[in-house]
């Protein structure tokens, strides 16, 4: 079972002739994910890596090939459109990895997305895996093993850092989720914490958090409120001054809110176990097992 | 990017937002002459983009051209949190009967732009809100509707505004909202928006904060950009694309990614050490931009170790690798390394280091151990 994505995802790559969707589009095949079809305007017809379909347009493909998930590669200044196509085109779940989206864009295409039936994950984000089913993303497939933790983050390279040390550790991972470091996004930690917590395949979640919005603060209250399953946690930027933006548009600490220290406190409260480094992750969870 | 107090109100200027007709000096002589152009008492401002300039005495009043001439060669020079003071604004003095605030901020819960306004302005916002919260009216703005009128209205009548200053409010609020969408801010705020002793308001202070994924679409406001506003590091920095702050530590880091970046200064502080800055060399860095860094952080004298720490995905070990000894070729150190590298191509990246006398670790926690322990030997 897992969430969101497994082996009969049927994956449509918008920007597929680009360097990074070509790239990783070969690399999300070799993983073993169904690759159904590439959109790029202007080049419908033709074929992509993995002799992949092109077509013109989103409808058009998802017509031709039943393709059930998007993963968006674009340029930034063309990634709220291709959202919006992927929406109106039916598909249920979108994927954006594309990084600096203006976030005034971002406000009217999650506005718009919250009258339709789409899920959209990210933007700037490393994506999502079903280990051994689908990787729909840009995480190294490798350092993930077939398991029942479920892994949902902010960020990426510390995801893949916390994934990694499971890994080694002999402890699996039913689906890891990076929902993105930017300020609105599509998908937040209590969605996902709501798919982990209905997942037969899931026993236990990890929760990778950092400074900057409240969104921590509310899966703190979901999981206090609603959660049976234990979760472990890491909150990122504990160092962090405040006012400073520390690379992701997210991650700023503001007026006093959104501090490392409040959303730790949120989550102790809420019987979360919070490492203090990511190193004590695995050994948290490895006590749960 | 955040832009100075002046740059601000002119754009609020430009939106139909009243503001005071001031000019911006940069040499006492200079502040004396617009002054003397203003013809009246002025107020004297540091052009810093910190808060707390009136604190730290970076705002004064002045009677007459030539009190405003002295008064700008005190301000002008003065370094106020860390910042020197090289610009002055001298605005006409406003004869204020009461301070309002109002602001424009992205609210991510509601994901809304949402509108603030208080009847106490004049102070940091953020203490009214913990002071005394019921003072600060919200409403959220629907992206797809706009401002409306009776948005405004239930501000207005919350604040306790008079009635008849309910129009020129109206036009204000609309004009900061249109100012703030055109713009792509993150945030735009009037403190204090002054209700003058004639009853007309005025934006006495204005403050604005610009959404920096959005500036390749304004090229006019990124001209705005004023290089005494950066340091020579973050200048570096910004021009190759690396998300750098400084802090004041002791070991210097290079990460890819910026959660794991944040995760390396906090597992350098459980080790009893302290992180010299953040810096995210971004995915699929290349050994020039790998030599960038490291030139910034070789750059701080308060450096007295480095540590790396790349997971390799799209970002490849062997790159790194290379980019870490053109730089260490082009600045010879002594500082000790420690370099901790995984994923892609590791094993090619450590083999190209151990030529250079490099320490390595497996684990995030060893690495972090041996940069602090490396940092107390120093």
């Known amino acids: ?289 | 990017m955040n832009l100075q107090e002046f740059q601000a109100k002119r754009i609020f200027g430009q939106f139909g937002i009243p503001v005071p007709q001031g000019e911006v000096a940069t040499t006492p002589a200079e502040a004396a002459a617009i002054a003397g152009r203003i013809g009246g008492p002025v107020v004297v401002k540091a052009q810093v983009l910190v808060g707390g300039r009136g604190k730290a005495g970076g705002i004064k009043l002045a009677k007459m051209p030539a009190e405003a001439g002295e008064v700008a060669g005190r301000i002008l020079g003065m370094t106020i949190k860390g910042l020197t003071v090289k610009k002055v604004l001298v605005d006409p003095a406003a004869d204020i009967r009461q301070e309002l605030y109002l602001g424009l901020v992205l609210d991510r819960a509601q994901r809304r732009v949402v509108m603030m306004a208080s009847s106490e302005g004049g102070v940091d916002i953020e203490e009214v809100a913990a002071r005394s919260p019921e003072k600060i009216l919200t409403v959220a703005v629907n992206p797809f509707l706009g401002l409306r009128e009776y948005q405004v209205r239930d501000l207005a009548l919350g604040i306790g505004l008079p009635r008849e200053q309910w129009a020129a409010f109206t036009r204000i609020c609309q004009g900061l909202y249109e100012c703030y969408m055109s713009c792509d801010a993150s945030l735009a705020e009037i403190n204090p928006l002054a209700v003058l002793g004639d009853g007309t308001l005025k934006a006495l202070d204005g403050k604005m904060v610009l959404d920096d994924s959005a500036l390749p679409r304004h090229p006019d406001l990124a001209a705005l950009r004023d290089e005494d506003d950066e340091t020579a590091e973050e200048r570096t920095a910004r021009l190759n694309d690396l998300s750098y702050v400084k802090l004041d530590g002791e070991i210097g880091c290079m990460v890819n990614g910026a959660g794991l970046a944040m995760a390396t200064m906090d597992i350098i502080k459980y080790y009893g050490g302290s992180p010299a800055n953040f810096l995210d060399v971004g995915g699929g860095a290349k050994a020039d931009k790998v030599a960038a860094a490291l030139r910034i952080i070789l750059s701080d004298p308060n450096v007295k170790a480095v540590l790396f720490n790349i997971f390799g995905g799209i970002t490849r070990g062997d790159e790194v690798a290379r980019g870490i000894l053109a730089a260490l070729a082009e600045v010879p150190t002594r500082v000790p390394m420690v370099v901790r590298l995984v994923g892609t191509n590791a094993e090619e990246g450590r083999q190209i280091l151990a030529q250079a006398q490099m320490m390595t670790a497996e684990t995030l926690a060893e690495a972090a151990q041996m940069a602090v322990a490396a940092a107390k030997g120093a």
């Open chain 1, 1 to 289: 079972m897992s969430i969101l994505v497994n082996k009969d995802t049927r994956l449509l790559v918008q920007g597929i002739t680009g360097r990074e969707g070509a790239f990783h589009t070969e690399q999300m095949i070799a993983y073993g994910t169904k690759v159904v079809a590439g959109v790029t305007p202007g080049k419908g017809g033709t074929w992509g890596v993995g002799n992949t379909p092109i077509f013109d347009t989103v409808r058009e493909a998802v017509h031709a090939t039943g393709a059930n998930v998007s993963i968006i590669y674009v340029p930034a200044r063309f990634a709220p459109d291709a959202i919006l196509e992927a929406a109106d085109a039916g598909i249920p779940l979108i994927v954006c990895i594309t990084e600096g989206i203006p976030a005034l864009d971002m406000l009217k295409v999650r506005a718009y997305l919250d009258t339709t039936a789409s899920r959209l994950i990210g933007p700037n984000c490393p994506g999502l895996i079903t280990p051994g089913e689908a990787k729909v993303g840009i995480m190294p497939g490798y350092i993930h093993t077939r398991g029942r933790v479920g892994v949902v983050s902010r960020s990426g390279t510390l995801t893949y850092e916390v994934v990694y040390a499971l890994t080694q550790r002999g402890i699996g991972q039913s689906t890891a989720v990076g929902i993105g470091g930017d300020p609105i996004n599509g998908t937040s930690f209590v969605d996902v914490l709501k798919m982990f917590e209905a997942d037969p395949e899931t026993d236990q979640v990890v929760m990778i958090g950092e400074i900057g919005g409240t969104d921590e603060e509310r899966a703190a209250e979901f999981i206090k409120t609603k959660m049976t399953k234990p979760v472990t946690a890491f909150i990122a930027g504990q160092t962090a001054p405040p006012g400073k933006r520390m690379g992701h548009a997210g991650a700023i600490i503001s007026g006093g809110k959104g501090t490392a220290a409040d959303k730790i406190a949120a989550l102790q409260a809420a019987g979360v176990r919070v490492a203090r480094h990511p190193g004590e992750i695995a050994e948290l969870v490895a006590q749960h097992m």
